[in-house]
């Protein structure tokens, strides 16, 4: 079975990535997702580009032991984590988080809970273009209050 976690510097197409898991599994009966995209301010100021880095294998083996952690905590049928890596535009895709369930409540929870994670835990550095030059983006405390409404403790803030 392929891993359900991929990082890579193209883009993904949302519909494809739904259809894959549901195809898979006939006991699918909800599927929630959440794209996340490149948006043109960040911290009062404008955006026009941004650039992410990780560090290869390390990233996907730290997002699978929490897709992992997610499927003890929630009647999963199967996740989808697809997050890009290097340049990117404005409006661009970033993140993929799909989440099958037999019913929605477990698939919007896992959806959330994953979600709290890849901003707070996950080995990633994001660097975006302002009219001022270029800034790393600072990991943001209420990222690590939202991560600890699982029980999950973070000190990135």
Known sequence: MPSPVSIQTQDFDLSAEVEALRRADKGVGAVCSFVGTVRDRNDGLPVSAMELEHYPGMTE?????????????????????????????????????????SHRGQSFQACEFLMDYLKTQAPFWKKETTPEGERWVDARVADDAALARWGIASSNG
């Open 61 to 101: 083996k730290a997002i699978e032991a929490m897709v992992d952690e997610a499927f003890k905590r929630f009647d999963l049928r199967g996740v989808r984590v697809i997050h890009r890596v290097g340049p990117l535009q404005v409006q661009d895709q970033i993140v993929l988080v799909a989440v099958t369930s």
